[in-house]
């Protein structure tokens, strides 16, 4: 990955809180390492349990601070053995001797971090003035739970496209054909609605000349930048995190819960095989068309968008206005 996409993925897409990771893969003994927006990033909770987020590169001399470990809720490098409390201060550095005093520039780069619906957050890009806001989060959305199953994947498409996939609702009887009617072709009615940062797409596949509310039935909601709830049928609903990895790759991670099956192990089961089918036989296809998708990167003004893309544009338009906020939107992607 080029520099300059690595800087156009960390400066121009992270004023946002994105999902980086599940909290449970977040354990207190060792430091968890993922690339998100374009960068490596070290995750690792301290004494209290508390989660934080830095740059992985060490302020020392650039060892990745994911090949380090977690003492008393630090986080040591594995290089030097620096160590560095969850403020991202140094506070030891055993070349020096115990009573050294580290100099600033051997602080962290710091990212503000949440941990809530199973996931750890991290506002990745300048803070400007002010709080931050809430998380994208849809209330409704399952939350974590004895009868709830997740499963990651990464995909090998932008984030924009990724996001297309997500709110499309007539792509179904052609891109999944071998399981759908693929009678089912007219989405009417069909409906978007926007609040401040969310959409919300509903409609009906039917066939043709079928009666209008006949036939497939979708609801999806999505929190821009990349939380998307999706109501399978009112026993069976799914929340997505969808987060750039850099410019080319996307971090997926889906959580399903059904609610007909109440014993813990059988619920459980059941969301897993609910998820088992999705990713091992609908979203393959889904996979298909979004990664081979041309131009890679997808914007307004690059496709013909029909009425059915609605929410699609909703998408993109918030996008837009995200990036504008960050600089010119002429390589909006
Ligand atoms: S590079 Fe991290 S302690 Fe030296
Ligand atoms: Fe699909």
Redesign the pocket.
């Known amino acids: 990955m080029s520099e300059s996409s690595v800087r156009e993925v960390s400066e121009r897409w992270s004023a946002h809180w994105y999902a980086v990771a599940r909290a449970s893969s977040l354990g207190r003994d060792a430091p968890l390492g993922v690339v998100r927006l374009g960068q490596p990033r070290v995750l690792w909770r301290d004494a209290s349990g508390t989660a934080h987020c830095a740059d992985a590169a ?6 990745d ?1 994911r090949l ?1 470990r977690v003492v008393r809720g630090e986080l ?7 160590r560095f409390d969850g403020g991202g201060a140094c506070t030891a ?1 055993p070349c020096e001797g115990r009573d050294a005093k580290p100099s600033r520039a051997l602080c962290l780069r710091m990212h503000p971090v949440r941990e809530a619906h199973g996931f750890i957050w991290a506002w990745l890009g300048g803070r400007g003035q002010g709080a931050l806001p809430e998380l994208p989060w849809l209330p409704g959305a399952p939350e974590p739970g004895p009868r709830a199953a997740s499963v990651e994947a990464v995909w090998n498409a932008r984030f924009t496209r990724v996001m297309e996939g997500m709110m499309d609702l007539h792509h179904f009887p052609f891109a999944h054909r071998r399981y759908a009617p693929s009678a089912y072709t007219r989405l009417e009615p069909f409906e978007v609605r926007e609040e401040g940062s969310t959409i919300h797409t509903t409609g009906w596949l039917r066939e043709e000349t079928g009666p209008s509310g006949s036939g497939l039935h979708f609801d999806i909601r999505v929190g821009y930048p990349g939380v998307v709830h999706l109501r399978f049928t009112p026993r069976l609903q799914g929340a997505v995190v969808c987060t750039p990895i850099d410019t080319e790759h996307t971090w997926i991670c889906a959580r399903f819960r059904q609610d007909s099956l109440r014993v813990p192990v059988l619920g459980w089961l059941a969301s897993r095989m609910a998820l088992a089918l999705e990713f091992g036989f609908i979203q393959p296809d889904d996979y298909r068309m979004v990664r081979h998708s041309l131009p890679r990167s997808g914007a307004l003004g690059q496709g013909a968008m029909v009425r059915a893309d609605r929410a699609i544009v909703a998408w993109h338009r918030l996008h837009e206005a995200a990036l504008g906020q960050h600089g010119d939107t002429a390589s909006a992607s």
């Open positions: 060490c302020p020392h001399r650039g060892a601070l380090g040591e490098c594995g290089y030097h053995g620096f550095m």
